[in-house]
């Protein structure tokens, strides 16, 4: 899709839905950041821009990105046992506690804020709201993209660039950074992420991988860390 094309209206939609100030406290977490921080593994401008590049890598273009573009065909052809496997996945291949929490948090708040939106008659909202045992972010992060009318493309910048815009916003609280060089890293995961959604559009059905050990073994230890600022 060429999205400078695309309906002013869906632009904006994705571009809201990408905002760091939709209210679904994306702000709250560092996914493992900050536990790398404490670790040693980041410690500047430099380690902090190549950890986030590695994990767009890791799970955005491998895990996330492809449950995105899957529930997105999901949603537009009405298929709920489909959503719900994928929900499933989300909630199994979380691989901490606190990784599960943010994905099942950050989904139901954003099926409250579809709830309240122009398209709250929409019943597969409903349908997400109901998910068991929690709607997951990923899942309603598609079905946004979809009642926004986006295709798959521009739905998974969206969501890649919500992410980074909160990583970098973490990393400046954590490491700590300034603004300019958050710009930078900024700039350094725009520039990659074409080819991380790229990656994830070619992902076959049932191909989603999350893997990834060192994440998951800080997540683990940032549930118990003694001082912290962020929930993940």
């Not at 300019?180 to 959604?197: F, I």
């Amino acid at each position: 899709m060429n999205t400078g094309s695309a309906d002013p209206a869906t632009l904006l939609r994705l571009m809201w839905l990408a905002s760091p100030a939709l209210p679904v406290g994306g702000f709250s977490y560092s996914e493992g950041l900050e536990a790398a921080v404490e670790a040693g593994h980041v410690h500047d401008e430099h380690s902090a821009g190549s950890w986030l590049l590695q994990q767009l890598q890791i799970t955005l273009a491998r895990a996330d990105g492809p449950i995105v573009a899957q529930a997105a065909r999901a949603w537009r052809g009405h298929d709920l046992t489909r959503i719900e496997a994928l929900n499933t996945w989300v909630r199994t291949s979380r691989e901490t506690a606190e990784m599960r929490l943010q994905a099942e948090q950050m989904g139901r708040s954003l099926v409250a804020w579809l709830e309240n939106g122009e398209q709250a008659g929409d019943p597969r909202i409903a349908q997400a709201a109901a998910l068991a045992p929690a709607p997951t972010w990923p899942v309603v992060f598609a079905l946004a993209t979809v009642l926004a009318a986006a295709d798959e493309q521009a739905a998974l910048l969206s969501f890649g660039f919500g992410w980074a815009e909160n990583m970098v916003q973490a990393a400046m609280k954590a490491v700590p950074l300034g603004q300019s060089a958050a710009q930078r890293m900024l700039s350094r995961l725009a520039g990659a992420l074409p080819a991380a959604v790229q990656q994830a559009l070619q992902c076959e059905e049932g191909q989603a991988l999350a893997f990834a050990p060192m994440l998951a073994v800080l997540s683990a230890q940032h549930e118990t860390q003694y001082s912290r600022l962020f929930r993940s």
